[in-house]
């Protein structure tokens, strides 16, 4: 499982031009795109919640949970994109959809036992995402 995580101002994700999610923080926000591989499991999915619940990635060195800073939470196979070979990536290390919603779901749900304002996407919709990044800062959290 890999989170690609964004330090935000703002971020809405939309579908077919309605907003299905949003955060609009006070001071800052965390964006969390998330890929899922074959391996992955739920226990996987709560570790790396509580990971990025915790990671000190906001303003004085603080966390999400220390500021009770919102995350929007989008799905992405494309986190697990192989461009090893050609032009054209391959996506067979993404897991398929029966196995990664699920899986994107226990995150979310983790995120919200750990107490976080969780915003989400639409698994496997064709969604538009719209953030102001904050820093920037991106950082990649795998386990």
């Given at each position: 499982m890999r989170v690609l995580v964004q330090?935000?101002?703002?971020?809405?994700?939309?579908?077919a031009?309605?907003?299905?999610g949003s955060i609009r923080p006070a001071s800052q926000g965390l964006l969390a795109l998330v890929g899922v591989t074959h391996?992955?499991?739920?226990?996987?999915?709560?570790?790396?919640?509580?990971?990025l619940w915790q990671l000190r990635i906001l303003d004085d060195e603080r966390s999400?949970?220390?500021?009770?800073?919102?995350?929007l939470v989008v799905s992405q196979f494309t986190l697990y994109a192989d461009t090893a070979k050609g032009?054209?990536?391959?996506?067979?290390?993404?897991a398929p959809r029966t196995l990664a919603e699920p899986l994107v779901d226990e995150f979310v749900d983790a995120l919200r036992t750990?107490?976080?304002?969780?915003?989400?996407?639409?698994?496997?919709a064709d969604m538009q995402i719209e953030l102001v990044n904050d820093g920037p800062v991106t950082v990649l959290l795998e386990l």
């Open positions: 330090r935000v101002a703002s971020a809405t994700v939309s579908v031009g309605r907003v299905v391996d992955d499991d739920p226990g996987k999915a709560r570790r790396l919640a509580e990971k999400a949970s220390d500021i009770n800073a919102p995350i032009r054209r990536p391959s996506w067979n290390a993404a750990l107490g976080a304002d969780v915003g989400t996407g639409i698994f496997g």
